[in-house]
C-alpha cells in the first residue's frame, strides 16, 4: 500500500512551486467549468421534472408525495454506492472517473428526453435515480482531486470559487428550468422533451471542460474491493472512528444536509402552493437562494486563505436560523404579494450568504484532513451520510407537510422548524480555527 502513496505525496509536493495562480491554471478552471456545466444541468432538469410534477397534479398532498419520491430516489444511489465510488476514485485516479460520470450524464439526458415523451412521471423518477447514480460516483472525484492538483493552502479560495460558480450555476440552472417549464406549457403544448436538448448540449460541453484536468496518480493503486466495502470500507470506518474531529466535521456537515434537503423542496411547494408565485417567480426564490450561497462562498473564501476559519460556523448558523424565521413569518402577513415576495426574497438572500459561511470551513477540513489515499473513500462516506440525510429530509418533509395540513397551516412553517434545529449546531460544535500548509 505505500508504494501507491508515495507517487502522489510526491507529485502534490513537486507541484506547488511550479503551479500558476488559480486564475491562470488551466486544470482548476477546467474543473471549474466541469463542476458549474453539472450544476447548471442538474437544476435545469430537476427543476423540469419537478415542475411538471406540480402542475400536472392538483391534489397538494399528492404533490408532496411525489416530491419527496422523487427527492428519496435522488438520494437511494448515494446510500447504496457511495463506498464503491470511492474506491473507483482512489483506485483508478479521479481524472478518469471525472470524465467517465460525464459521459454518463449525457446518457442519462438523453434518456430524459425519451421519458418527457412518455408524458409520465414515474419514467422520470427512473430517470432521476440514474442521475443520482451518475453523482455518487461523480462527487469524491471532483472533490478529492482537487488536495492532488492543488496547493493545500489555495484550496479555501479555490473551494470558495467553485461553490460560488456551481451557485451561480444553480441559479441559472433554476432559472432556465422555471421558463423552459412555462415554455414547454404555452409554447409547445406541454413537450417538456423539447426544453430537454438544453440538457443534451451542456452535457457535451461538460465532457469537453474535463480534459483540462491534471492526471495526478492513483492513490491506491492495488486497492482490493470487497462486496462488505460497499457501503464504506473497513479502513475508511476505523480512521473515522480513530479521527474524533474528522467524525465530527462529517457528522455536523451530514446534519446540515438533512436541513438543507428539507428547504428545497419546502421552496417549490411553498412558491407554488402558499404564496401562489407560479413556475418562474418560485424559481426566482431559489434563484435569490443560490444567489446569497454565492456571494456568502465567495466572502469565506476570501476570508480563508490559508486557513480553514470554523470560528465563522457560529456566524452562519445563527444567520441562518434567525433569516429562515422571517420566512416563516412574512408568509403569514396581510400584506401585498409583491411586499410579501420582495421580504422572502430579502431573507433567502441572507439565508444563502450565511450557509456559505456555514459551509467553507466545514467542506476544505473534510478534504484537507484525510490521508492521501483514503480522500476518494472518506469523501464518498461524506456523501453517503449527507445523503442519509437527504432520505431522511424526504421523508421529514412530507412528515411535516402532511402534519402542517391536518392544522391548517402554511407549508412555510417547516421553514421554521428547520431554522430552530439549525440554530442548536453551535451549541454542540465549536471547533478552532486551522492553519493550512503545503507539504515540503
Same mark, same amino acid.
Given at each position: 500500500?505505500?508504494?501507491t502513496e508515495?507517487? =502522489?505525496?510526491?507529485t502534490? @509536493?513537486e507541484?506547488?512551486?511550479?503551479?500558476?495562480?488559480?486564475? %491562470?491554471?488551466? @486544470?482548476?478552471? +477546467?474543473?471549474t467549468?466541469?463542476q458549474?456545466? +453539472?450544476?447548471?444541468?442538474?437544476?435545469?432538469? %430537476?427543476?423540469?421534472?419537478?415542475?411538471?410534477i406540480?402542475t400536472?397534479?392538483?391534489?397538494?398532498?399528492?404533490?408532496?408525495?411525489?416530491?419527496?419520491?422523487?427527492?428519496?430516489? *435522488?438520494?437511494?444511489?448515494?446510500?447504496?454506492?457511495?463506498? /464503491?465510488?470511492?474506491?473507483?476514485?482512489?483506485?483508478?485516479?479521479?481524472?478518469?472517473?471525472?470524465?467517465?460520470?460525464?459521459?454518463?450524464?449525457?446518457?442519462i439526458m438523453?434518456?430524459?428526453t425519451?421519458?418527457?415523451?412518455?408524458?409520465? $412521471?414515474?419514467?422520470?423518477?427512473v430517470?432521476?435515480?440514474?442521475?443520482?447514480?451518475q #453523482?455518487t460516483?461523480?462527487?469524491?472525484?471532483?472533490?478529492?482531486?482537487?488536495?492532488e492538483?492543488?496547493?493545500?493552502?489555495?484550496?479555501p479560495?479555490?473551494n470558495?470559487?467553485?461553490?460560488?460558480?456551481?451557485?451561480? @450555476?444553480?441559479?441559472?440552472?433554476?432559472?432556465? +428550468?422555471?421558463?423552459?417549464?412555462?415554455?414547454a406549457?404555452?409554447?409547445?403544448?406541454?413537450?417538456y422533451?423539447?426544453?430537454? *436538448?438544453?440538457? $443534451?448540449?451542456?452535457?457535451? @460541453?461538460?465532457?469537453?471542460?474535463a480534459?483540462?484536468l491534471?492526471?495526478?496518480?492513483?492513490?491506491?493503486?492495488?486497492?482490493?474491493f470487497?462486496?462488505?466495502?460497499?457501503?464504506?470500507?473497513?479502513?475508511?470506518?476505523a480512521?473515522?472512528?480513530?479521527?474524533?474531529p474528522?467524525f465530527?466535521?462529517?457528522?455536523?456537515?451530514?446534519?446540515?444536509w *438533512?436541513l438543507?434537503?428539507?428547504?428545497?423542496?419546502?421552496?417549490?411547494?411553498?412558491?407554488?402552493k402558499?404564496?401562489?408565485?407560479?413556475?418562474?417567480?418560485?424559481?426566482?426564490?431559489k434563484?435569490?437562494?443560490?444567489?446569497?450561497?454565492?456571494?456568502?462562498?465567495?466572502?469565506?473564501?476570501?476570508?480563508? %486563505?490559508?486557513?480553514i %476559519?470554523?470560528?465563522?460556523i457560529?456566524?452562519?448558523?445563527?444567520? $441562518?436560523?434567525?433569516?429562515?424565521?422571517?420566512?416563516?413569518? =412574512?408568509?403569514?402577513?396581510?400584506?401585498p404579494?409583491?411586499?410579501?415576495?420582495?421580504?422572502?426574497? *430579502?431573507?433567502?438572500?441572507?439565508?444563502?450568504?450565511?450557509?456559505g459561511?456555514?459551509?467553507?470551513?466545514?467542506? #476544505? /477540513?473534510?478534504q484537507?484532513r484525510?490521508?492521501?489515499?483514503?480522500k476518494?473513500?472518506?469523501?464518498?462516506?461524506?456523501?453517503?451520510?449527507?445523503?442519509?440525510?437527504?432520505?431522511g429530509?424526504?421523508?421529514?418533509?412530507?412528515?411535516?407537510?402532511?402534519?402542517?395540513?391536518?392544522?391548517?397551516?402554511? =407549508? +412555510?412553517?417547516?421553514?421554521?422548524?428547520?431554522?430552530?434545529?439549525?440554530?442548536?449546531?453551535?451549541?454542540?460544535?465549536?471547533?478552532?480555527?486551522?492553519?493550512l500548509?503545503?507539504?515540503?
Amino acid at each position: 500500500m505505500a508504494s501507491t502513496e508515495t507517487p =502522489v505525496a510526491r507529485t502534490e @509536493a513537486e507541484q506547488h512551486k511550479t503551479l500558476p495562480p488559480l486564475s %491562470r491554471d488551466p @486544470a482548476f478552471l +477546467g474543473m471549474t467549468g466541469t463542476q458549474f456545466l +453539472g450544476a447548471f444541468n442538474d437544476n435545469v432538469f %430537476r427543476q423540469l421534472i419537478t415542475l411538471f410534477i406540480l402542475t400536472s397534479i392538483v391534489d397538494e398532498q399528492a404533490a408532496a408525495t411525489y416530491q419527496s419520491a422523487a427527492y428519496l430516489l *435522488f438520494a437511494m444511489p448515494f446510500i447504496l454506492f457511495s463506498g /464503491f465510488a470511492g474506491y473507483l476514485s482512489d483506485k483508478f485516479g479521479k481524472r478518469l472517473i471525472v470524465i467517465l460520470s460525464k459521459v454518463a450524464e449525457l446518457v442519462i439526458m438523453l434518456l430524459g428526453t425519451v421519458a418527457f415523451l412518455t408524458g409520465q $412521471i414515474w419514467p422520470l423518477m427512473v430517470v432521476l435515480f440514474l442521475m443520482g447514480m451518475q #453523482t455518487t460516483f461523480f462527487s469524491p472525484a471532483k472533490y478529492g482531486i482537487l488536495p492532488e492538483m492543488l496547493r493545500t493552502k489555495d484550496l479555501p479560495q479555490a473551494n470558495g470559487i467553485i461553490s460560488m460558480t456551481t451557485f451561480l @450555476a444553480i441559479i441559472l440552472g433554476m432559472i432556465i +428550468g422555471g421558463l423552459a417549464s412555462q415554455a414547454a406549457r404555452d409554447v409547445f403544448g406541454g413537450q417538456y422533451w423539447v426544453a430537454n *436538448f438544453v440538457c $443534451i448540449v451542456v452535457a457535451i @460541453a461538460g465532457i469537453a471542460t474535463a480534459m483540462y484536468l491534471r492526471n495526478p496518480p492513483p492513490a491506491s493503486s492495488n486497492l482490493h474491493f470487497h462486496m462488505r466495502d460497499l457501503f464504506m470500507t473497513r479502513e475508511t470506518a476505523a480512521i473515522l472512528k480513530s479521527d474524533r474531529p474528522l467524525f465530527d466535521a462529517l457528522f455536523v456537515n451530514s446534519v446540515f444536509w *438533512f436541513l438543507a434537503g428539507v428547504v428545497q423542496p419546502t421552496l417549490d411547494h411553498f412558491g407554488i402552493k402558499q404564496l401562489d408565485a407560479g413556475d418562474t417567480y418560485t424559481s426566482i426564490l431559489k434563484a435569490v437562494l443560490a444567489v446569497g450561497i454565492a456571494a456568502g462562498f465567495l466572502c469565506a473564501g476570501r476570508l480563508s %486563505r490559508g486557513m480553514i %476559519r470554523f470560528r465563522m460556523i457560529p456566524y452562519g448558523a445563527g444567520g $441562518i436560523t434567525i433569516s429562515l424565521l422571517m420566512c416563516a413569518i =412574512v408568509a403569514e402577513l396581510p400584506l401585498p404579494f409583491g411586499a410579501i415576495y420582495g421580504l422572502e426574497c *430579502f431573507g433567502l438572500f441572507l439565508t444563502g450568504f450565511s450557509t456559505g459561511l456555514f459551509a467553507l470551513p466545514l467542506a #476544505t /477540513f473534510l478534504q484537507v484532513r484525510p490521508p492521501h489515499e483514503q480522500k476518494g473513500r472518506i469523501i464518498a462516506a461524506m456523501n453517503f451520510f449527507n445523503w442519509v440525510g437527504i432520505a431522511g429530509a424526504a421523508v421529514f418533509y412530507f412528515l411535516c407537510a402532511q402534519a402542517l395540513a391536518m392544522l391548517n397551516l402554511g =407549508v +412555510g412553517w417547516t421553514l421554521a422548524i428547520v431554522a430552530i434545529l439549525m440554530g442548536l449546531i453551535p451549541i454542540f460544535y465549536h471547533p478552532v480555527n486551522m492553519l493550512l500548509e503545503d507539504d515540503e
